[in-house]
């Protein structure tokens, strides 16, 4: 099957995007190529396909509720806490076998049916404690999880209400705020200062793009490290250095992209390669945090997780279309 070329894509509308067919990550094959090549070669892969057909959630899944509820209902998985403050309900599934070591990949289409008072976490845990979910704490992030995760998170408990990219290890957790619009309280050749970004965890942004000015005089950098107020450029400003109090935008992806939207589908992807974790939203790569996790060994389940914030007088409400994973097959005698 290694020498199929598959000369017709005919793919439902949202799982081919052309950004992923034609975006090239570092093992030389793209995210549509390994979908197409995993349903071929059953012999090189371990492939878990969940539609959520039936009415009731398969028995291979561990639910995590409190007054709320995980059910099935017309193929979706529907995850969906009562009102009230930190109510939740979620799931893992199928024990600790996906590893970043075998390239494991999760690929989840979802919709929230709200995005005010509303915490959703998507992406790959070890084992999670308590009943606040991988992350309790979005911005200087605090972590219920007690193994290592990895995982998009959105909680509007934060200061900056948009999709971000989280990692925690034993050693360092790590996060990458996916777009944040602000005003710089300074500015130098290779610096910009913001003394109000109470959402920046140190070297957080490693690796964002950030654009800062007014059109026509925008100005572009990539972030090489950062402390809770201070981002140092990799390099300096690409248009000269901006005035000290100027709007800038944080992020590698569009806003559009990465801030959801009630009742709006997307399909988003976690994929481990060795210890480095990508994220894609619908096929667009998004985010990158290498040493995501300790050690490529490390056993991970999927996790999916919704939960009422703010005053709780808001369902939390996440509706899945379905659950995929892929990974290399183990070698066996």
């Not at 070669?41 to 509820?69: C, H, I, P, R």
Request: aromatic content about 8%; charged content about 10%; proline content about 4%.
């Amino acid at each position: 099957m290694a020498n199929v070329r598959i000369t017709t894509k005919k793919t439902p509308r949202h799982t081919y995007f052309a950004a992923v067919d034609n975006a090239m990550p570092p093992h030389g094959s793209n995210v549509y190529d390994l979908l197409v090549e995993a349903q071929l070669n059953m012999d090189a892969y371990e492939v878990w396909k969940d539609d959520f057909f039936g009415d009731q959630l398969d028995d291979k899944y561990t639910a995590k509720n409190s007054t709320g509820a995980t059910t099935v209902a017309a193929s979706t998985a529907i995850l969906a806490s009562t009102a009230g403050d930190n109510l939740y309900a979620g799931f893992t599934g199928g024990g600790l076998g996906w590893t970043g070591g075998q390239n494991c990949m999760m690929q989840v289409r979802c919709a929230p049916t709200a995005i005010t008072e509303n915490k959703f976490e998507i992406g790959f845990c070890g084992v999670v404690a308590g009943d606040s979910g991988a992350v309790n704490a979005i911005d200087a992030p605090t972590w219920t999880a007690t193994t290592d995760t990895v995982i998009f998170a959105f909680d509007t408990d934060g200061t900056c209400d948009v999709w971000q990219a989280m990692a925690y290890n034993s050693a360092a957790p790590k996060k990458r705020v996916l777009y944040n619009t602000r005003t710089s309280t300074a500015t130098a050749a290779t610096t910009l200062t913001d003394t109000s970004a109470s959402g920046w965890v140190a070297n957080s942004l490693a690796g964002q793009k950030i654009v800062a000015g007014t059109a026509p005089n925008l100005t572009v950098g990539v972030i090489a490290s950062n402390t809770t107020t201070v981002a140092t450029l990799a390099g300096g400003w690409s248009n000269g250095t901006p005035a000290t109090a100027s709007t800038y935008v944080i992020g590698n992806a569009p806003a559009g992209l990465v801030i959801p939207v009630a009742a709006q589908y997307n399909t988003y992807t976690v994929k481990i390669e060795g210890t480095t974790a990508l994220f894609y939203i619908n096929g667009i790569q998004v985010a990158m945090i290498p040493a995501a996790v300790s050690a490529s060994t490390i056993g991970l389940t999927p996790w999916l997780f919704a939960q009422a914030r703010g005053g709780g007088t808001v369902n939390a409400i996440l509706t899945v279309d379905y659950l995929q994973l892929i990974q290399s097959r183990r070698v066996t005698a």
